[in-house]
């Protein structure tokens, strides 16, 4: 395992997809890609890993990630942000189809190394989560479970947070658990660290 901070060189937009069948794909170039819900925290969280305001396009209203977007890091890794599934107030069809097409990019992509798994802090961790991070073990890739927006948990969801953090830890011994908040930068540099080993 590497250590050390990992140096950003440069950052920059690469490429939307509607689907996984026209993503770039390069032996030499690991990807690293951020699910979860709509409004879990994942366009954010890659604006704080790139040191970049608004590459990623945050925003207040859930659902605005619908495309697979690739952006680039030093050159060498692709980090990919998936839609945002499961916003409560998408259509049945919607909603479907943006599961579908995190599915399909995990289902078909070669190159994909880490998969962060995007939770809110102060929810209870979802049954297709679970399955994201079952599915990426039994690919070889491997998941970390990131529980974003920190900053915002109360006395009594952090004892919340940490009572189901245990049982995570029995149910999925070899997952990776980080605490995240990229208000107040919290895990932000153990976060980016973790791409060093590729
Ligand atoms: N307090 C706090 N708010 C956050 C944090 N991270 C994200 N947010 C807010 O949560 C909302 C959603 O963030 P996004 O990064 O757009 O979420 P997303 O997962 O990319 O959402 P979709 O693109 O819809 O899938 C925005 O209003 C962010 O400002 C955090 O660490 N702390
Ligand atoms: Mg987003």
């Not at 107030?89 to 289902?107: F, P």
């Not at 990426?136 to 927006?149: C, D, G, H, Q």
Request: with cysteine; proline share 5%; glycine share 4%.
């Amino acid at each position: 395992m590497r250590t050390g901070n990992l140096i950003i060189h440069s950052s920059a937009f690469h490429s939307s997809h509607v689907d996984w069948t026209k993503i770039p794909e390069n032996p030499t170039m690991p990807q690293i890609a951020f699910c979860g819900r709509s409004n879990a925290g994942k366009s954010s969280l890659l604006n704080a890993i790139l040191e970049r305001k608004e590459i990623a396009r945050v925003s207040a209203t859930p659902g605005k990630t619908r495309l697979i977007n690739f952006f680039l890091l030093n050159d060498h890794y692709f980090l990919v942000d998936l839609p945002g599934f499961g916003y409560a107030k998408a259509s049945n069809q919607t909603r479907d189809d943006l599961i579908d097409i995190v599915n399909g990019y995990l289902n078909h992509v070669t190159t994909l190394k880490l998969l962060f798994v995007l939770c809110d802090s102060a929810r209870d961790l979802p049954e297709e989560e679970k399955l994201l991070i079952e599915t990426a073990f039994e690919k070889n890739i491997k998941p970390v479970l990131i529980r974003t927006k920190a900053d915002k948990l109360n006395q009594k969801d952090k004892a919340r947070l940490k009572k189901e953090t245990k049982f995570l830890e029995q149910e999925f011994p070899e997952l990776l658990i980080f605490p995240t908040s990229t208000k107040t930068k919290t895990g932000i540099l153990e976060i980016r660290n973790l791409l060093l080993e590729y």
